[in-house]
């Protein structure tokens, strides 16, 4: 038969010509090109991941703004099992790219991916413990569900008067347009987060002028860029040296940010760095923030103060408020004619589009259970919504964790979770909402003092308003401790009759719950 028991078995057809998997990923980006690779490592081979676009690459595919490129380490920025040679301490966006796509292909992974399909909607059927997914290439179904969507990809589009018929091209960094005549024009920036600091520099010697609106100034780092010796390639023990040297450098960071008393020396380093690199005092002004450093993402950048300082670029401190035919127009009242506008105004980093349409146990969506609070189990498993597996989901990443780092240790629990549901010969696996929740409280507790909660700005790391939907409030290392320990006993297992010829729920231990409410400052 097409459909799986709990010990796996080939892909296969239903009989009312519904395409079936033991395991569908969602995304075929950094996170689910790991995830294919983790589930076969693990003896997961039936899987399949579904993939709007025609190409692999996710962010670093979508994303192709001049300077486009990683901030962080490019050591750090790897997957365990597919060391690279890095040019340079930090990556571009070509690089990244090719390096997924060669792993990919090393790995085999291009065999699972079905490009050009949408997920429409994905319904948990309780009666044959299977997710049942509407897409644009017809149904399919799954014992379980891994979105690997990311989370840097949907641009956050501002809401600006008469933007809609400014007659020149308009459009955000995220979708650049490489069509569109910018050398010798008179361009506005608006927006001025990780975005800009990256492509301003590109774009500042070709342009006739640029005009930068900056709503909120960021706390801007040196960036210790350099070239990588082949040499360190060649020899394990420097190359494991240099990126355990940069691993420890963004985990001290990340103390600072925990304990926001530590942080007068690194924003005494941010305010020397801009102190050198802007010698005009007005404008230093300008470039100063009023918030505590690390409550916005982190920018590194040797490039973007001095863009700013040419005399073809013009900062204007204010929010655009509205656009006038060719005019652009600041909430100070600042008026400058334009003939492009770019949108550096981010992504929508809290939202999961794919939540509004993912039904579970009780057949609301996502998106309605988390209207109030977006609550996960270590940012993986969601209380109603069994064998769904979200990666890098609520309150997994910060200011300084590595994306592939916190993906990898994620995929080492969900294939634990998987290979129990296997080997108990379970179909269904869902994380105990009393567990759920005292995770989620010790979180938020921890949240509160550190800086991410307390800098005085806002930020995307507040998804929902006054609530914190992003940062880990802890170190990476005890991250990656916490998610390599897969607790069964956080879990309620069932099975269908299909199985065993008689429905089974359990076990039920409160283990698990009890250790959690002895300790609020564990996760």
């Known amino acids: 038969m097409a459909d799986q028991t709990a010990d796996g078995g080939g892909r296969g057809t239903a009989g009312g010509g519904e395409d079936t998997a033991e395991v569908l990923v969602v995304g075929a980006g950094l996170s689910g090109v790991a995830a294919v690779i983790a589930l076969r490592r ?84 309780a009666g044959t413990h299977r997710w049942r997914l509407k897409t644009t290439a017809g149904d399919r179904s799954a014992r ?27 459009f955000h960094s995220a979708r650049w347009n490489h069509e569109a005549d910018l050398p010798g024009r008179r361009i506005a920036v608006v927006g001025t987060g990780a975005s800009a600091v990256q492509f301003l520099p590109e774009l500042q010697p070709v342009a006739g002028h640029i005009d930068v609106f900056q709503s909120t100034p960021h706390w ?9 010796p082949p040499a360190l390639h ?43 690199s802007v010698p005009d005092p007005a404008l230093r002004r300008m470039l100063t923030p ?103 989901g609520p309150n997994l990443l910060s200011g300084i964790t590595s994306v592939p780092v916190a993906v990898e240790a994620q995929l080492r629990y969900v294939t634990s979770a998987l290979t129990h549901l296997r080997t108990g010969r379970y179909t269904a696996l869902d994380v105990r909402p009393d567990v759920q929740e005292a995770h989620c409280t010790a979180v938020h507790t921890a949240l509160r003092t550190t800086v991410y909660n307390t800098a005085g700005c806002s930020s995307y790391y507040f998804g929902l308003p006054g609530v914190n939907t992003f940062c880990w409030p802890w170190s990476t290392s005890r991250l990656i401790k916490r998610l390599h320990a897969f607790a069964p006993d956080a879990y309620t297992w069932s099975t269908t009759p299909e199985v065993t010829g008689r429905a089974v729920t359990g076990p039920r231990p409160a283990a698990e719950a009890e250790h959690c409410a002895k300790s609020p400052g564990r996760p």
């Open 42 to 125: 693990a003896g997961i081979n039936d899987v399949v991941i579904l993939e709007k676009s025609a190409e692999i690459g996710g962010t670093w595919r979508d994303n192709t703004y001049p300077g486009c490129g990683c901030d962080v380490p490019a050591l750090l920025y790897e997957y365990s099992f597919a060391p690279h040679t890095w040019d340079r301490c930090f990556a571009g966006r070509r690089d990244i790219l090719d390096y997924l796509r060669t792993t990919a292909a090393t790995h085999g992974v291009s065999r699972a991916v079905q490009h050009g399909v949408e997920v429409l909607e994905a319904r948990w059927d």
């Open 144 to 170: 379980s569900v891994i979105v690997a969507t990311g989370l840097w990809h949907r641009p956050r589009h501002p809401r600006i008067p008469g933007l809609d018929a400014f007659p020149g091209p308009v």
């Open 220 to 228: 801007v780092l040196p960036r210790p860029d350099y070239a990588l």
């Open 234 to 276: 060649r020899h394990a023990v420097l190359r494991r040296s240099l990126r355990g040297q940069h691993y420890w450098t963004q985990e001290a960071v990340g103390v600072l940010l925990r304990h926001p008393r530590l942080l007068p020396p690194l924003e005494a380093a941010a305010r020397l760095h801009l102190r050198r």
């Open 290 to 392: 009023g918030y505590r450093i690390g409550g916005r993402r982190l920018i590194a950048s040797d490039a973007y103060y001095p863009a700013l300082t040419r005399p073809n670029v013009r900062l204007h401190p204010t929010r655009v408020t509205a656009v006038e035919g060719s005019d652009v127009i600041g909430a100070d009242g600042t008026r400058t004619r334009a003939d492009a506008v770019i949108l550096a105004t981010g992504y929508q980093v809290g939202e999961l589009p794919l939540a509004h349409h993912l039904y579970g146990t009780d057949g609301i969506t996502l998106a309605r259970t988390w209207a109030h609070d977006r609550r996960a189990y270590l940012g993986t498993s969601v209380s109603g919504y069994p064998n769904l597996f979200l990666l890098t």
